[in-house]
C-alpha cells in the first residue's frame, strides 16, 4: 500500500515560480520511481516529468524541459517538483504517480500513466497571463 499526498499548487503570474510537493507513505519510498503528470481542464493527463529510485536520472517533457526540476529526498518520503517561468499553458491539477515494479524506466513506457501504480489526489496550479 502506498499513499501520496500533492501540496504547494496555487495561483501564479506568467513568468513566476511554484514549488509542488509529492508526500509519500507506505513502503520503502527509495524503491518507487516517481513522476508528475498534469491534467488540463477538458484535456487528456499528460506526463511531465519522471525521476529515479535513486533520484540519478530524470526525464523531462519537451515542454517543461528547461523550466521545471523534479528532485527528491528520500529521508523525507517526498518529491519536490520546482516550476519557474510559468506559462498560462501550464494550467492544469498536478498528480504525482509511483512506480513500484520499476518498469516505467523503459524509453517506450515511462511516459505512460498505465505504468504507474498509485496516485495522489491532485494540486490545483493556475497561471494567469
Known amino acids: 500500500q502506498v499513499q501520496l499526498v500533492e501540496s504547494g499548487g496555487g495561483l501564479v503570474q506568467a513568468g513566476g515560480s511554484l514549488r509542488l510537493s509529492c508526500a509519500a507513505s507506505?513502503?520503502?519510498?527509495?524503491?518507487?520511481?516517481v513522476a508528475w503528470f498534469r491534467q488540463a481542464s477538458g484535456k487528456e493527463r499528460e506526463f511531465v516529468v519522471r525521476?529515479?529510485?535513486?533520484?540519478?536520472?530524470?526525464y523531462y517533457a519537451d515542454s517543461v524541459k528547461g523550466r521545471f526540476t523534479i528532485s527528491r529526498d528520500n529521508a523525507k518520503n517526498t518529491v519536490f517538483l520546482q516550476m519557474e517561468s510559468l506559462k498560462p499553458e501550464d494550467t492544469a491539477v498536478y498528480y504525482c504517480?509511483?512506480?513500484?515494479?520499476?518498469?516505467?524506466?523503459?524509453?517506450?513506457?515511462?511516459?505512460?500513466?498505465?505504468?504507474?501504480?498509485?496516485w495522489g489526489q491532485g494540486t490545483q496550479v493556475t497561471v494567469s497571463s
Open positions: 504517480a509511483a512506480d513500484v515494479f520499476g518498469l516505467s524506466y523503459r524509453d517506450e513506457t515511462r511516459a505512460n500513466k498505465n505504468e504507474y501504480e498509485y
Open positions: 507506505g513502503g520503502t519510498f527509495s524503491n518507487y520511481a
Open positions: 525521476i529515479s529510485r535513486s533520484g540519478a536520472a530524470t
